[in-house]
T-cell receptor, first 109, second 112 residues
Framework: AQRVTQPEKLLSVFKGAPVELKCNYS??????LFWYVQYSRQRLQLLLR??SRESIKGFTADLNKGETSFHLKKPFAQEEDSAMYYC???????????FGKGTMLLVSP | GAGVSQSPRYKVAKRGQDVALRCDPI?????LFWYQQALGQGPEFLTY????????KSGLPSDRFFAERPEGSVSTLKIQRTQQEDSAVYLC??????????FGPGTRLTVT
């Protein structure tokens, strides 16, 4: 069965510091990996997906199949990055998503 | 344009009552998903529709949960004889085929 693990419930950093939110997955097939973000009082929205290999709002994530990881990184955190971040694994061809439990990122001034 | 909408936003039900939660997907979106998010957890898949066909209901936790999308647009998630463990946020998402999923604001269900 597929599983997504986000080991940190809370990550607290200062503005300008580098950020890495960890995500590990378990899946026997070919995975599709996503990062979703939920800002305060807003709905869940897609931040980035591994297929597109984009950098969104300064965030990047690289799929490492050897380590089964898809960590989210940003070199310089901003206060507006404070939010709940969910790593998700897409499967079954139509991208049903399995989510991790989420990591709350708090960026202090 | 309008995003995914859900109603009601909040629902309080007494244990044993039936509830119906509505989802209006983005117009033209073929795929519709329901997820359940318990406090402190990530969303968990419940069921998936492609147009009006329910192709996957493997995530429905019990036979008290039922979902429909009769005309391939609006969907309703019904929970019969609600239990306290049903308390959660129920999220609906829609997408064009297997693309990016767009989430609604969710319905927070509290069973007392």
């Amino acid at each position: 069965a597929q599983r997504v693990t986000q080991p940190e419930k809370l990550l607290s950093v200062f503005k300008g510091a580098p950020v890495e939110l960890k995500c590990n997955y378990s899946y026997s097939g070919s995975p599709e990996l996503f990062w979703y973000v939920q800002y305060s009082r807003q709905r869940l929205q897609l931040l980035l997906r591994h297929i597109s290999r984009e950098s969104i709002k300064g965030f990047t994530a690289d799929l490492n199949k050897g380590e089964t990881s898809f960590h989210l990184k940003k070199p310089f955190a901003q206060e507006e990055d404070s939010a709940m971040y969910y790593c998700a694994l897409g499967y079954k061809g139509y991208s049903t998503l399995t989510f991790g439990k989420g990591t709350m990122l708090l960026v202090s001034p | 344009g309008a995003g995914v909408s859900q109603s009601p936003r909040y629902k309080v039900a007494k244990r044993g009552q039936d509830v119906a939660l509505r989802c209006d997907p983005i117009s033209g979106h073929v795929s519709l998903f329901w997820y359940q998010q318990a406090l402190g957890q990530g969303p968990e898949f419940l069921t998936y529709f492609q147009n009006e066909a329910q192709l996957d209901k493997s995530g429905l936790p019990s036979d008290r949960f039922f979902a429909e999308r009769p005309e391939g647009s609006v969907s309703t998630l019904k929970i019969q004889r609600t239990q306290q463990e049903d308390s959660a946020v129920y999220l609906c998402a829609s997408s064009l085929h297997a693309g990016e999923q767009y989430f609604g604001p969710g319905t927070r269900l509290t069973v007392t």
